[in-house]
């Protein structure tokens, strides 16, 4: 059973720091491509990063050169570290993959910037 548990949002101001992380269980995040996605409030899911199987990487526009995903092959956990943060950061960040066809999400974690 595949199971992903995000953590680490929290209220910052504009400008700080924060890093998430998405703890897989039933997956191995080294075999597959890992995302993060945002949600804004009344908003759909969009990809924001995401890590592949050859450690090649992906990042939308808005976030390119302050986001920087990571893994920790250990620890089986995605991480996505978030620096000079603005308030059109805010929202639900999910961890999401595939196994077999099927999509997996976590229960998000919320990200609030205030400016």
């Known amino acids: 059973q595949v199971q992903l548990v995000e953590s680490g949002g929290g209220l910052v101001q504009a400008g700080g720091s924060l890093r998430l992380s998405c703890v897989a269980s039933g997956i191995t995040v080294t075999d597959r491509t890992v995302g993060w996605y945002r949600q804004a409030p009344g908003k759909e899911r969009n990809l924001v990063a995401e890590?592949?199987?050859?450690?090649?990487?992906f990042y939308d526009a808005s976030v390119k050169g302050r986001f920087t995903i990571s893994r920790d092959n250990a620890k089986n956990t995605v991480y996505l570290k978030m620096n000079s943060l603005e308030p059109e950061d805010t929202g639900i960040y999910f961890c999401?993959?595939?196994?077999?066809?099927?999509?997996?999400w976590g229960q998000g974690t919320q990200v609030t910037v205030s400016s």
């Open positions: 890590i592949r199987s050859n450690r090649d990487t």
């Open positions: 999401n993959t595939w196994k077999s066809r099927n999509g997996y």
